[in-house]
C-alpha cells in the first residue's frame, strides 16, 4: 500500500509540473501574444433600427426598379441574371457584387439597411472610401426614390428576407459572403466560381486567364490579394475568426477587408463551410475517437491483470 | 567452419546459428533489474514505444508526402488530411507524438538527474541519452520544416541564420546550410532527407548504444542503493523470488512496463483525438510567404528554454550562451564531484540545485514564448538565463562539499 501511495505521490508531482507546463506555453502565452477582442455576437447595436416595418411589394420594385440593385447585382431567386459576368464585374468595380438571393439570411437586417443608405460606413471602409476625395465606394448609395426613405429601405429589406431560403446550405453562404475576394482551393472554389475540369488544355488555360484578370481587379481595389481560406479554421482560433469577421478593424486596423455584416445565423453557416474545407476529419474523429481510447482502457486493464500476476510474491 | 548437427526445431536451428538463447538469457530473462524502482523507470520503455509511433506513423505520411516547396503544404494539408484514408489519425499521431516524446525525454532526464543515474559507471548512459535528445532535436526541427508553412519558413531563415555566428558574419556557412540565400527548394530537399534517412538512422543507433550503455552498469534505483547482482541473481533463481532485490527485465519489468505504457497510450490518444490543436502551430497552417514576416516567430515548446537564453544577450553574447546551453547537460556526470549515488532529497545542497534548475528551466521555456517587447518578461527572461550558467557554475562546488552518505 505504501509503495503504491509514493508512486501516486511522484505522479501528481510529474502532473503537476507538466499542468503546469502546459499553462504557461499555452493559454497564458496566447493570453499575452495577441490582443484581447471582445465582439458582440453581431449584433451591431450601432446601427439603429428605423422600426419601420417593411412592405414586401414595394420592396420588390424597389429593389429591381428604383433601388437600382439589379442594375449591378444579380438574383437568381426572382431569374435576374447579374447584368455582368464576373469577369467584367471586377474590371468595372474591382469586385464582383454578391448574388443577392441569399442576402436576407446572410446579413443583419440593421446592417442591410445602413449598408443601403452608406456602403462605406457599414462595411467600415471609410477610411479608403471618402466622397469629399472623389474616392467614392463602388457600390451606389440609395438617395431615396422621392417617399421616405426610411420606409423604403425597410420595404426592400424585407423584400430581400422574403425570398431568402428557409435552409440555405454552409456553401452557398459562403460563397454568396466571402466568395467574391477570397479562393478556397480546397472547397475547389475560384473568386469566379467552382473549378470546372476542362477537356482540353486550352479552354483550362483560357479559364486561369479569367480568374487571374479578376485577380488582378481584386488586387487593385483592394490593395493586396485576400488569402485563400482553405485551412484558414486551423490558422486563426474561432474566437479571433468571430470577431475578425464581425469587425476587420478590431483585429487589423486600416485593413481593406470590410465588415461584411452576418447575421449569427449567416456567421455559423460560413465556419462551418470553412471546418468542412479546412478540418474535414472533425466528425471522422468524434466517432473513432472513443474506441481507441476504450481499446487502451481495456488494454491496460488486462496489462494491470497480468503485472498483478508476474509480481505475485515479489513483496 | 563449425561443426552444425541437425536441429530437432525451429528454436535450435536458430539456436544454432544466432545464439538465440544466450541472447534472451542476457538481454531479457535474466537481465536483471532493481526491484526498488518506480513508474518513471518505464519513462524508457515509453518514449521507445512512442518513437515506434513516431515511425509508423511516418511511415505512412511519407508516402504521400511531396517534399516539394509549392506541393509540400497542400500535399499535407489538402492530400493527406482529407483524400487519404485515415491520413488524418497519421498526421496527428505523428504531431502529437513529436510533442509528447519531448515531455517524456524531459521527465526522463530529469529522472535520470534527481535519483543520480548519471554517476559511478552509468556515465555513458548519460551522454548516449544526451545524444538522444540532441538527435530527436535535429529531428524535430528537420520535420518542423515539411509542412512548408508560415513557422516551417521563418522557424528555418532564423535557426539557420545562427549559424553566421553573430559578428563573425559567416554568411557563406549559412548558405551552404540552406544551399541557397534563403530557404528554398534546396533547403526544403536536404531537410527532407534529414528528417526521413539519416537522423532517424541516427537515432536508432543512439537507442541501441543506449540500451547496451545500460546493461553492464544496471539502471539505478530509487535509493541509489549498490545491489549485490550476482548474489540478488541467485536468489531470485532459486525461486527467493521475495527476499531477492532483483527482477528479470522479461516478463516481469515488462509486465509493468506494459501497464504504465497502455495508461499513457489513453492520454496519448486522448490528446490525438481530442486535443492535438498544441502540438500543431496555427502559424504553421499559413502557407509559406517568404514576403511576410509572421508578427511572432517562437520555436515549438521545447526548444523555448534554450531560445531564452539567446535572446536576452548581446547578438554575440547570447550565440555564445545558446551554444553552452545545448551542451552543457553533456558536462553533468563530470560537473557533479559528489560520489553519492542517491536521490537528491537526500543530497544537501544537490536538492535544491534540482528543484531551481527544473523551475528555471520551466521560466525560460515560458519566457521562451512571449514577445520580447515587453519589459517585465525581458528582464525575467534575462535573470533566469543568468540563474541558468549560475547554477551549472555552483554545481561543482555544492556537490564537492556534499557530505559523503
Ligand atoms: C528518446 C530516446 C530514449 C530512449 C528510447 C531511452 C530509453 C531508455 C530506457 C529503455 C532506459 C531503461 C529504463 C529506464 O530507466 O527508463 C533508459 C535509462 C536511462 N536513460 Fe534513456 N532513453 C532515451 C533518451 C534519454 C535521454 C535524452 C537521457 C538524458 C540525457 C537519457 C538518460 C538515461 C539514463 C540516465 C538512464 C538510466 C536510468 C537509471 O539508471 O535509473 N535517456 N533509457
Same mark, same amino acid.
Given at each position: 500500500m505504501n509503495k503504491i501511495n509514493k508512486e501516486l505521490q511522484i505522479l501528481g508531482v510529474v502532473a503537476f509540473f507538466t499542468l503546469f507546463l502546459y499553462w504557461g506555453v499555452e493559454p497564458f502565452a496566447h493570453s499575452q501574444m495577441h490582443k484581447h477582442v471582445e465582439g458582440e455576437g453581431f449584433a451591431y447595436s450601432e446601427f439603429k433600427a428605423s422600426g419601420k416595418k417593411g412592405n414586401v411589394?414595394?420592396?420588390?420594385?424597389?429593389?429591381?426598379? #428604383?433601388? #437600382?440593385?439589379?442594375g449591378c447585382h444579380g438574383i437568381k431567386a426572382i431569374n435576374s441574371p447579374a447584368p455582368m459576368d464576373a469577369s467584367m464585374s471586377g474590371a468595372s468595380y474591382g469586385v464582383n457584387p454578391p448574388d443577392l438571393s441569399t442576402a436576407g439570411a446572410l446579413y443583419n437586417a440593421k446592417f442591410l439597411a445602413e449598408l443601403i443608405k452608406n456602403p462605406a460606413h457599414a462595411l467600415k471602409v471609410e477610411h479608403k472610401f471618402d466622397p469629399a476625395k472623389g474616392k467614392m465606394h463602388p457600390m451606389a448609395q440609395f438617395y431615396g426614390a422621392g417617399g421616405d426613405m426610411?420606409?423604403?429601405? #425597410?420595404?426592400?429589406? #424585407?423584400?430581400?428576407?422574403?425570398?431568402?431560403?428557409?435552409?440555405?446550405?454552409?456553401?452557398?453562404?459562403?460563397?454568396?459572403?466571402?466568395?467574391r475576394c477570397h479562393a478556397n482551393r480546397y472547397g475547389k472554389l475560384t473568386q469566379i466560381g467552382e473549378t470546372t475540369k476542362f477537356k482540353y488544355k486550352k479552354d483550362e488555360l483560357a479559364h486561369q486567364i479569367k480568374v487571374l484578370d479578376y485577380q488582378d481587379s481584386l488586387k487593385k481595389y483592394m490593395g493586396k490579394l485576400p488569402p485563400d481560406l482553405s485551412i484558414i479554421i486551423r490558422a486563426r482560433s474561432e474566437h479571433f475568426l468571430e470577431t475578425f469577421i464581425e469587425n476587420p478593424q478590431s483585429q487589423l486596423v486600416g485593413t481593406s477587408m470590410p465588415a461584411v455584416g452576418l447575421s449569427h445565423e449567416g456567421f455559423e453557416k460560413v465556419i462551418a463551410y470553412l471546418g468542412e474545407t479546412g478540418d474535414p476529419s472533425k466528425p471522422a474523429r468524434g466517432e473513432l475517437g472513443p474506441w481507441v481510447i476504450i481499446f487502451f482502457v481495456v488494454f491496460s486493464g488486462l496489462a494491470f491483470l497480468w503485472k498483478k500476476e508476474k509480481w505475485r510474491g515479489h513483496h | 567452419m563449425a561443426h552444425f548437427e541437425k536441429a530437432n526445431s525451429v528454436g535450435e536451428w536458430f539456436d544454432q546459428r544466432l545464439a538465440i538463447n544466450t541472447l534472451k538469457r542476457v538481454l531479457a530473462?535474466? +537481465?536483471? =533489474?532493481?526491484? !526498488? =524502482? !518506480?513508474?518513471?523507470?518505464?519513462? $524508457?520503455? %515509453?518514449?521507445?514505444?512512442? @518513437?515506434?509511433?513516431?515511425? %509508423?506513423? $511516418?511511415? @505512412?505520411? &511519407?508516402? +504521400?508526402?511531396?517534399?516539394?516547396?509549392?506541393?509540400?503544404?497542400?500535399? %499535407?494539408?489538402?492530400? =493527406?488530411?482529407?483524400?487519404?484514408? +485515415?491520413g488524418w489519425l497519421w498526421r496527428h499521431i505523428h504531431g502529437v507524438g513529436a510533442s509528447v516524446v519531448f515531455l517524456i525525454i524531459y521527465i526522463h532526464m530529469f529522472t535520470g538527474i534527481y535519483y543520480g543515474s548519471y554517476k559511478k559507471g552509468r556515465e555513458l548512459i548519460w551522454l548516449s541519452g544526451m545524444g538522444l535528445f540532441v538527435a530527436f532535436s535535429a529531428e524535430a526541427f528537420s520535420g518542423y520544416m515539411l509542412p512548408w508553412g508560415q513557422m516551417s519558413y521563418w522557424a528555418g531563415m532564423v535557426i539557420t541564420n545562427l549559424f553566421s555566428g553573430g559578428s563573425l558574419e559567416a554568411y557563406g556557412l549559412v548558405e551552404w546550410i540552406r544551399g541557397d540565400y534563403v530557404p528554398a527548394q534546396a533547403f526544403l530537399t536536404r @531537410?527532407?532527407? &534529414?528528417?526521413? &534517412?539519416?537522423?532517424?538512422?541516427?537515432?536508432?543507433?543512439? =537507442?541501441?548504444?543506449? @540500451? $547496451?550503455?545500460?546493461?553492464?552498469?544496471h539502471v539505478n534505483n530509487q535509493d541509489g542503493e549498490d545491489i549485490d547482482y550476482e548474489e540478488a541473481a541467485r536468489l531470485y533463481k532459486e525461486g527467493n523470488v521475495k527476499d531477492s532485490k532483483v527482477i528479470p527485465f522479461q516478463p516481469v519489468f515488462l509486465a509493468k512496463d506494459i501497464?504504465?505504457? $497502455? %495508461? +499513457?497510450f489513453i492520454l496519448f490518444f486522448y490528446l490525438v483525438f481530442y486535443h492535438f490543436e498544441f502540438a500543431m502551430d496555427p502559424v504553421n497552417f499559413d502557407p509559406a510567404d517568404g514576403l511576410k514576416t509572421p508578427a511572432h516567430i517562437y520555436p515549438e515548446w521545447y526548444f523555448l528554454w534554450s531560445y531564452e537564453i539567446l535572446r536576452p544577450f548581446s547578438k554575440d553574447l547570447g550565440l555564445i550562451a545558446f551554444a553552452i546551453a545545448q551542451v552543457i547537460f553533456f558536462a553533468l556526470p563530470f560537473l557533479d564531484k559528489s560520489p553519492n549515488v542517491a536521490p537528491a532529497s537526500k543530497r544537501g545542497l544537490f536538492k535544491f540545485w534540482f528543484w531551481a534548475m527544473l523551475i528555471d528551466v520551466l521560466v525560460l521555456t515560458f519566457m521562451g514564448k512571449l514577445p520580447p517587447t515587453d519589459a517585465l518578461f525581458a528582464n525575467i527572461g534575462l535573470i533566469s538565463a543568468l540563474v541558468f550558467f549560475a547554477l551549472w557554475i555552483a554545481l561543482p562546488f555544492i556537490t564537492k562539499i556534499e557530505k559523503k552518505l
Open positions: 411589394e414595394n420592396g420588390k420594385v424597389l429593389v429591381t426598379g #428604383a433601388g #437600382a440593385c439589379t426610411d420606409q423604403e429601405i #425597410a420595404d426592400m429589406v #424585407a423584400f430581400l428576407k422574403s425570398i431568402a431560403p428557409k435552409e440555405m446550405t454552409n456553401k452557398e453562404a459562403y460563397v454568396d459572403a466571402c466568395s | 530473462f535474466e +537481465y536483471w =533489474i532493481p526491484k !526498488n =524502482i !518506480n513508474f518513471l523507470w518505464a519513462m $524508457g520503455m %515509453v518514449l521507445a514505444a512512442t @518513437f515506434g509511433m513516431l515511425v %509508423v506513423s $511516418g511511415i @505512412f505520411l &511519407l508516402m +504521400y508526402y511531396q517534399p516539394n516547396v509549392d506541393l509540400a503544404f497542400d500535399s %499535407v494539408n489538402y492530400t =493527406i488530411m482529407t483524400e487519404v484514408g +485515415y @531537410f527532407f532527407m &534529414l528528417h526521413v &534517412l539519416l537522423l532517424p538512422l541516427v537515432i536508432i543507433g543512439l =537507442i541501441v548504444l543506449h @540500451f $547496451g550503455t545500460l546493461r553492464i552498469p501497464f504504465v505504457m $497502455g %495508461v +499513457y
